[in-house]
């Protein structure tokens, strides 16, 4: 069977992405999603996203997401710029969109030539909304956490997926295949985490890594650098209402704290190719 993709990236957060308005989501999908995104044995990407028709009355799309593993996730920051910028492409060449996620319908405003503006919603640090079990309640802010005998000192965020986030004073020399996994399958966290660790160059300027459930290192997340932010500023080393830059291995997404503890997201969306890929699954 002949399966026509679109390869897209946001910060080198790469996905294949799938025209399903039509014909739905495919019944292969999590074998699917498991064979693509295999780097150098097939397309390779950190998953597969599916562009769907909307649910909400007056949406123009929904994108669901399988990570590298085919496990289903509710949100992607940087995926969700780029349906905005295939939908743009393809015939719904509107300036502001109305995206259906697994965490709600995303407004998302084109800023420029493949730049796009993502109103992320709120985010929260309550255990029941991650979930989180062992930590208390809830806000999870600077809480201590004990991952394979040593204690790092973390805040948990939500929003729309889980995020658990920790300052390092550089973020270069982790050796983040080893530390990744375990935080991300914590029993402090029983539907999984994915985790940041990020460095403070200064107020307004960040540096970050990502362990992604499901995916291991990516060299960005849109989601989880929305949650870096989110944490910082609850610990006071961000200003609120301020855009933060954020370094990440795959290039720069700038956030913004707003009142309500709502987010602002702005980074550049990109098609590297269009293609057809065999599959025999």
Same mark, same amino acid.
């Given at each position: 069977?002949?399966?026509?993709?679109?390869?897209?990236?946001?910060?080198?957060?790469?996905?294949?992405?799938?025209?399903?308005?039509?014909?739905?989501?495919?019944?292969?999908?999590? &074998?699917?999603?498991?064979?693509?995104?295999?780097?150098?044995?097939?397309?390779?990407?950190? #998953?597969?996203?599916?562009?769907?028709?909307?649910?909400?009355?007056?949406?123009?799309?929904?994108?669901?997401?399988?990570?590298?593993?085919?496990?289903?996730?509710?949100?992607? #920051?940087?995926?969700?710029?780029?349906?905005?910028?295939?939908?743009?492409?393809?015939?719904?060449?509107? &300036?502001?969109?109305?995206?259906?996620?697994?965490? #709600?319908?995303?407004?998302?405003?084109?800023?420029?030539?493949?730049?796009?503006?993502?109103?992320?919603?709120?985010?929260?640090?309550?255990?029941?909304?991650?979930?989180?079990?062992?930590?208390?309640?809830?806000?999870?802010?600077?809480?201590?956490?004990?991952?394979?005998?040593?204690?790092?000192?973390?805040?948990?965020?939500?929003?729309?997926?889980?995020?658990?986030?920790?300052?390092? &004073?550089?973020?270069?020399?982790?050796?983040?295949?080893?530390?990744?996994?375990?935080?991300?399958?914590?029993?402090?966290?029983?539907?999984?985490?994915?985790?940041?660790?990020?460095?403070?160059?200064?107020?307004?300027?960040?540096?970050?890594?990502?362990?992604?459930?499901?995916?291991?290192?990516?060299?960005?997340?849109?989601?989880?650098?929305?949650?870096?932010?989110?944490?910082?500023?609850?610990? #006071?080393?961000?200003?609120?209402?301020?855009?933060?830059?954020?370094?990440?291995?795959?290039?720069?997404?700038?956030?913004?704290?707003?009142?309500?503890?709502?987010?602002?997201?702005?980074?550049?969306?990109?098609?590297?190719?269009?293609?057809?890929?065999?599959?025999?699954?």
């Amino acid at each position: 069977m002949k399966l026509s993709f679109t390869k897209m990236q946001g910060c080198a957060n790469d996905y294949i992405y799938l025209d399903c308005r039509e014909s739905g989501v495919p019944e292969n999908i999590v &074998p699917l999603a498991r064979d693509l995104s295999r780097r150098h044995f097939s397309v390779g990407a950190d #998953g597969i996203i599916c562009i769907c028709a909307p649910v909400t009355p007056g949406a123009d799309g929904r994108m669901r997401i399988f990570n590298a593993d085919g496990s289903e996730a509710q949100m992607c #920051g940087n995926g969700v710029r780029c349906v905005a910028e295939w939908l743009y492409t393809h015939g719904v060449a509107k &300036p502001r969109l109305a995206i259906d996620t697994g965490a #709600g319908c995303k407004t998302v405003t084109r800023m420029g030539e493949r730049l796009w503006q993502v109103e992320m919603g709120e985010y929260t640090t309550m255990a029941a909304a991650l979930p989180a079990v062992n930590m208390g309640e809830g806000p999870l802010v600077d809480c201590p956490l004990e991952v394979e005998g040593k204690r790092w000192q973390v805040t948990c965020i939500g929003v729309g997926n889980p995020h658990c986030v920790t300052v390092v &004073p550089e973020v270069d020399s982790l050796k983040l295949e080893e530390i990744g996994p375990a935080f991300e399958n914590h029993p402090n966290f029983p539907e999984r985490i994915n985790t940041e660790f990020v460095e403070v160059v200064d107020a307004t300027h960040l540096k970050m890594r990502v362990w992604e459930r499901g995916s291991g290192e990516t060299w960005a997340c849109g989601t989880g650098t929305c949650a870096t932010v989110a944490a910082l500023t609850e610990l #006071g080393l961000c200003p609120a209402g301020e855009d933060v830059h954020v370094a990440l291995r795959g290039g720069e997404l700038i956030i913004r704290v707003l009142p309500g503890m709502k987010l602002l997201m702005t980074g550049a969306a990109v098609t590297v190719y269009e293609g057809v890929a065999e599959v025999s699954i």
